[in-house]
């Protein structure tokens, strides 16, 4: 539908579909590494998970805009799509069936209204903290990010060819990080990999928010250390998320969890952007307060941590 869009209202529409149904996917996607890997190997499976949406990111952005350029913006869609059904085959002849849990002592929702999930989250004390904890840690992330690239040509002078590379370097150190700390969060404990990871990550975080001109070679260094502390503190927490669903209500949770995320990204966006403004010179300034609330956000994920427990 977006590739066959005749123009802008169409597209927004037929976008909006395929984002409904992408959450979807998305939450699916985390219930069946739930479903078939162990608590101890989870973080080594969302290690690689996430490893696989920074490739996306990394190559196919570029991709689509050279598609888009090339040929027309249909482009991308079209190509999208395409492999999407190619994706779907092999789903389809390759995962296996997820319904094990539906077979436990608890059953399935089959024939319960959809809204006993909601009410189950809301009387589990562990699973609400778990969605304040990710909802805290995205804040910490989104009051940030958004403005990252504007930052770095308003205020550090970066031009937008250089700007490029810093994302792609960004991007290779994400893939490897990722993987790893999945698996150091295996082998020595999640959670202790995520608050080192976190405690870490302030550092570059104000750095980046307090930055002004500089080398591109240390500016490479900075932004390579957040995205290699962000990664490092992302996968060990979405393993421990996971662990707190119950099995009958897994799916429902980490949708729930989802929509959590997307709305903590959407508030922070939302703040920061109605904080920063641009000066008569063209820099952005108050970036730093944004830094310090990702800051102050991230410390208190850090502060619920402890209290996340696996679910029973």
């Excluded at 949406?53 to 913006?73: C, Y």
Aim: aromatic share 12%.
């Amino acid at each position: 539908m977006c590739a066959a869009a005749p123009g802008y209202h169409w597209l927004l529409l037929a976008r909006s579909l395929t984002g409904i149904f992408g959450g979807i996917l998305s939450s699916t996607v985390l219930s069946i590494i739930i479903d078939t890997i162990d608590y101890n190997r989870r973080g080594t499976a969302f290690g690689f998970v996430m490893g696989a949406f920074s490739v996306a990111s990394i190559f196919g952005v570029p991709f689509g805009l050279f598609l888009a350029n090339q040929i027309s913006w249909h482009a991308p869609f079209i190509f999208l799509a395409s492999v999407s059904v190619m994706v779907w085959i092999l789903a389809f002849r390759a995962v296996p069936s997820m319904s094990s849990h539906l077979k436990g002592p608890h059953g399935g929702t089959e024939g319960e209204p959809p809204w006993n999930a909601i009410i189950h989250i809301l009387k589990s004390p562990h699973q609400l903290w778990a969605l304040a904890f990710m909802f805290s840690l995205i804040i910490g992330h989104f009051t940030i990010i958004p403005f990252l690239s504007p930052s770095f040509v308003a205020n550090v002078g970066l031009s937008e060819k250089h700007l490029a590379f810093i994302y792609l370097v960004g991007g290779l150190v994400s893939i490897v990080a990722s993987p790893t700390a999945g698996r150091l969060s295996d082998k020595y404990g999640k959670k202790q990999v995520f608050s080192i990871s976190l405690i870490l990550s302030l550092i570059p975080i104000l750095i980046i928010t307090n930055l002004g001109r500089q080398p591109e070679w240390l500016l490479l260094i900075i932004t390579s250390s957040f995205f290699l502390t962000m990664s490092g503190r992302m996968v060990p927490a979405q393993a421990m998320l996971s662990a707190s669903a119950t099995p009958k209500y897994r799916g429902s949770f980490m949708s729930i969890s989802a929509s959590f995320q997307q709305m903590a990204s959407a508030i922070a966006s939302y703040v920061a952007g109605q904080m920063i403004v641009e000066s008569s010179d063209g820099k952005l300034l108050h970036y730093d307060k944004a830094g310090y609330i990702a800051v102050a956000a991230s410390l208190v994920a850090l502060m619920i941590v402890s209290k996340l427990r696996p679910s029973q």
